[in-house]
Structures are given as C-alpha cells and as structure tokens.
C-alpha cells in the first residue's frame, strides 16, 4: 500500500472570524492510499486548539501509513488518538474498501441507504452587528443561519441578524467565548430572537456551568465532545453534542458517537471545520442521523474541489 500525502490551502470568500481568531483559507491536509488500482482519499483539516499543525499532522499521517497493513488496520488505528491524522486515515480505508469490494462505503457501513440530498445551515462569521446583518441578509433564504460571537456585543450582533433573515432560525455558537455571567444574562433572551440552539458558550472544563440554568434553548456541546470519551461529561449537562470527523478522528468512530448519542437521549448535530468537499463527503452518511446540520464549510470557499456536492447558493448538500 502507497501513501501521498499532501498540504493543500483554499481560499475562503471574504476570510472567516470565530471567536479564537481569523483566518483567510482552509489549510488542509489530504491522504490517497494507493493499493492494487485503486485510491482512497481522506481529508482532514489540523487545528490549532487541539494541538495540531499542517506539519504535525503530516508526519502523524506518514509515520501510521508507514506500518499500516489491511486486517490490522482497525487496531492501529484504534491504538491513534482522535483527531485530524486518524480521520484522513479512516476516511481514505472505508473509500479504499468500497473501491476494492465494488461497492458503496454507506453499504459497508451498514446504513439504510445512501446519503440524501440535505440543506446544511449557513454561517455568519463575527464582525460589527452592522456587517453581520448584511451578512445575514445575503443568507436570508437559507431556513438555518448559524450566527457566530465572541462575548462582545453578541445581543446585538444576534438581534441585527434576526432583523436581517427574520424567518430563520438560529443558532449562536460561541466557541467557548461566553463567561457564566454573560451566559446567565443572555440565555433567557435568546428565543424571542430566533434562537433554537446554542452551542459551547462557556469553555471546555467548564461545563458544570449550564448544568444548573433553565435550557430555554437547547444548548450543545462541541469543544466539550469529541468521542465516546466525553459522554460522561456531557450527560446531564448538553442536550445536543456536535460530532465532527476530525474531532472524532474518523467516520468509524463518529459513527460510534451517533449511535450512543442517540442511545442516550442525546440529538446530534453534524458539523465540520472549513474544509473541501472531499471531507465533507463522509460526514454526509451521518446527515440522516442529525437533527442539526453544519456541513457549510465548502460554501465558505473561493472556489471548491471539481465535483462539488454543493450548490453554494441554495446551500444544498448532495
């Protein structure tokens, strides 16, 4: 088996601001094993809260492929910690099977069937109430816009975006930004602003802090959870966990994680980073299982990988 791994960047429309910072492009890093004629792709995207860079990934992608063998793949990916470097891997083994076997990889998942057509959210990045409410105007259609803050002016940020897409719903998304002070004040108003969800206000480790308020929304976990790990911390506190395959490191783990959410009373939201449509492919065949998706990180491109699975302007995945 042979292989290519490779750094890529694509450039995102207009840039993209959450709360950790800025950034101008996606910086991925692909994976294609070769083997007997045929190609498996993964793709994932390192990130820097977790520890992972563009070169640590790399090497961590390299070094697994190096002793990576067929039946004994499972078990070394197993022995890998979650993240970007086993995502890429797993990916590219379910497409390598399927090519090899003539089949579908939702079929050697055991899914009811192939994944179907989906209309993801679309996000607002953070900038001043006046820019997000343009923003938001140009998503006006869309019939979920994920609106992100900081802890700055966020009542005001949601409001000019409210007032923008008023048929659509909401959901404010943190990253972690919000103090218990600021979540205290601000939760209550948050339906009458057309907020369904909220998701990660305060910081990981600090979960114990939504446990005690009245959840007038829903609230999510998503720096909070990664795999079946977390559920512990998460029971009882979130009512939604966000699973995304480079948190989870890898379609058979997020897999995994959908399944026990559901198990435990948990709903699912399916969500990526900034990314092509080569990462999102995967994620796609958990569309089914989610009662939220944010699957949006190609439409956030300049331009996207040839055969794209989007149309950027209705936001439709298929």
Request: charged fraction near 25%; hydrophobic fraction near 45%; aromatic fraction near 4%.
């Amino acid at each position: 088996m042979k292989a290519v791994v490779r750094a890529e960047s694509w450039p995102i429309r207009g840039g993209f601001r959450i709360a950790r910072g800025a950034r101008a492009s996606a910086d991925v890093v692909v994976l294609e094993l070769h083997d007997a004629g045929s190609i498996g792709r993964g793709e994932c995207v390192p990130y820097a809260r977790y520890g992972e860079s563009i070169d640590s990934v790399s090497a961590e992608i390299e070094a697994a492929c190096r002793t990576l063998r067929g039946k004994d793949a499972s078990a070394q990916l197993a022995a890998m910690r979650a993240g970007a470097a086993r995502n890429a891997i797993d990916c590219a083994l379910w497409e390598l099977k399927a090519k090899r076997l003539g089949t579908e990889v939702w079929r050697l998942a055991g899914l009811d069937g192939p994944p179907c057509a989906i209309y993801s959210m679309r996000t607002v990045s953070v900038a001043s109430p006046e820019d997000m409410k343009t923003a938001a105007a140009e998503l006006a259609q869309a019939s979920v816009i994920k609106v992100k803050v900081d802890g700055g002016s966020d009542m005001e940020r949601i409001e000019a975006v409210h007032q923008a897409a008023p048929d659509a719903a909401l959901v404010v998304d943190a990253n972690e930004a919000w103090s218990a002070r600021q979540l205290e004040a601000w939760l209550p108003q948050l339906p009458e602003l057309g907020v369904v969800l909220l998701e990660q206000p305060l910081a990981a480790g600090d979960d114990a802090g939504v446990e005690s308020l009245e959840h007038v929304v829903p609230i999510c976990a998503d720096e909070s959870f990664h795999d079946r790990s977390s559920f512990p911390e998460v029971v009882g506190r979130y009512d939604v966990v966000n699973i995304k395959l480079d948190k989870a490191g890898g379609l058979s783990e997020a897999l995994h994680c959908a399944q026990e959410a559901t198990r435990l009373g948990l709903q699912i939201m399916l969500g990526c980073m900034v990314s092509t449509s080569l990462a999102i492919e995967p994620a796609l065949l958990l569309a089914s299982k989610a009662q939220y998706v944010d699957l949006d990180g190609p439409l956030l491109l300049k331009r996207d990988r040839e055969g794209a699975l989007h149309d950027r302007h209705a936001g439709l995945l298929r």
